[in-house]
């Protein structure tokens, strides 16, 4: 593994698939992600930089981690909000997760109980370990490829 490999974040950004499915994304090849008015949250995309990795996942009703994206661009201001103190990141999808990795699954995997996304459920932007990461793509159906991502 190389220097910069190790050292490459990985993160977990939630979103409803009534409000901009991961199809979606895959369409329109890239977007902003704005709109994230929690400080926890906010902090967590001030740490995001360009060539991270992201898991996708829909919250809501679905409740499913499907597809793999990176950070295409650090954090800038948000341009849907009036204030300078809240940022926003550029995302662009990778992969599909060949199949969808539902929450009861991250919760009955024990090597994933310390996960934000158990822990706290309702963050919407959530750093992981590369460990996690890993995990949660190779229950999707993936092996973990860091390099070819």
């Keep these: 593994m190389t220097t910069s490999t190790a050292s490459r974040g990985r ?4 979103q409803e698939p009534e409000e901009y499915p991961w199809d979606a994304l895959v369409a329109d090849r890239s977007t902003a992600w704005t ?3 929690n400080f926890q ?4 995309l001030r740490a995001m930089k360009s060539g991270d ?3 996708y996942y829909h919250s809501g009703s679905a409740r499913e981690a499907v597809g793999i994206c990176r950070v295409t661009k650090s954090a800038y201001r948000d341009p849907t909000s009036p204030h300078e103190d809240w940022l926003c990141v550029d995302l662009a999808p990778v992969r599909n997760l060949p199949k969808p990795v539902p929450l009861a699954v991250i919760k009955a995997d024990p ?11 309702r963050l ?11 995990r949660i793509i190779e229950l999707g159906g993936l092996q973990p ?3 070819k991502m």
Excluded: C, Y
């Design 111 to 121: 090597t994933l109980s310390d996960v934000a996304l158990v822990r706290q459920s």
């Design 11 to 14: 993160w977990l950004v939630k």
């Design 35 to 37: 709109g994230v008015r």
């Design 41 to 44: 949250a906010r902090n967590n």
């Design 53 to 55: 990795l992201v898991i």
């Design 145 to 147: 490829q860091s390099e």
């Design 124 to 134: 919407s932007v959530m750093p992981l370990t590369e460990f996690h990461f890993n």
